[in-house]
């Protein structure tokens, strides 16, 4: 199981800072949200800011999720800025197929992620090309937003794809996840969570990361079918 704290619910006036305390938190992967104002409406951040987090946070995993129209002119400046994950939209359609085989041939590993409204079978095609499968929990643009529960048949559909075509992609879930959501989506199959408000949000960081680790862990993925 892994934590991913998102830095988009940190204090934006004290990245370094905030990495540094991510890292210690004992979680182990960073997601970092880039919004280009296009694909989304809000803007965050780019390359800069993660080229100067990064020392920061040595050694844990950047998970960069790319919520932009035109992620092909971003994927080599990431790369070069210390991204180990590269994700995209299935929403882009024809550029797809392209945009994996390029993180891929980048080195980094390859994520692709699918909004609420976008039926899960769209994603069928890449099975096999990703290394992570990202669930939006939320409409993706802003943090601090109200899990959508309708999305955790996708999860368990995504597990059932693993199982049945013995894939490995990790099945990751980012909006609205606390300590309440992220059970539901481990019990669904879910393994890797991001948090932004309700990690960085909470009192101690660390104590917040540890407590999900272990409701997560505490959770059958064999009583999906009891749970939805
Ligand atoms: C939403 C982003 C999320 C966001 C989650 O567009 O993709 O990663 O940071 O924030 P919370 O956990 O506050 O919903
Ligand atoms: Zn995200």
């Known amino acids: 199981m892994i934590i991913a704290p998102s830095l988009l619910a940190s ?119 990703i290394d992570m499968l990202l669930v939006m929990t939320v409409n993706p643009g802003f943090g601090g937003q109200s899990f959508i529960h309708e999305c955790l048949p996708k999860i368990q559909q995504a597990e059932a794809w693993r199982r049945e075509r013995k894939l490995n992609y990790r099945i990751e879930v980012d ?16 393994d890797t969570f991001v948090a932004g408000t309700s990690l960085f949000g909470a009192r101690s960081l660390k104590s917040a990361v540890t407590k999900m680790r272990k409701i997560v862990n505490g959770c059958d993925p064999g009583l999906a079918d009891l749970l939805i």
């Not at 970092?32 to 409406?41: E, H, R, S, Y």
């Not at 309440?180 to 481990?186: N, P, R, S, V």
Request: charged share 20%; with cysteine.
């Open 11 to 129: 204090d934006f006036s004290r990245f370094g800072k905030e990495a540094e305390r991510a890292a210690k938190s004992g979680a182990d992967w960073l997601h970092l949200d880039i919004m280009d104002g296009q694909f989304v409406p809000n803007i965050s951040f780019g390359p800069a800011v993660v080229q100067a987090v990064r020392p920061h946070a040595k050694n844990m995993f950047f998970d960069v999720h790319l919520m932009c129209g035109q992620p092909e002119i971003l994927l080599e400046p990431f790369v070069k800025a210390g991204a180990d994950q590269l994700i995209v939209h299935v929403e882009l359609g024809d550029k797809v197929p392209q945009l994996l085989w390029k993180i891929k041939s980048l080195g980094k590993k390859v994520g692709l992620a699918i909004n609420p409204p976008t039926a899960i079978t769209e994603m069928q095609p890449y099975l096999d090309k």
């Open 175 to 190: 909006g609205g996840i606390n300590n309440q959501t992220a059970a539901e989506c481990a019990r669904a199959g879910a």
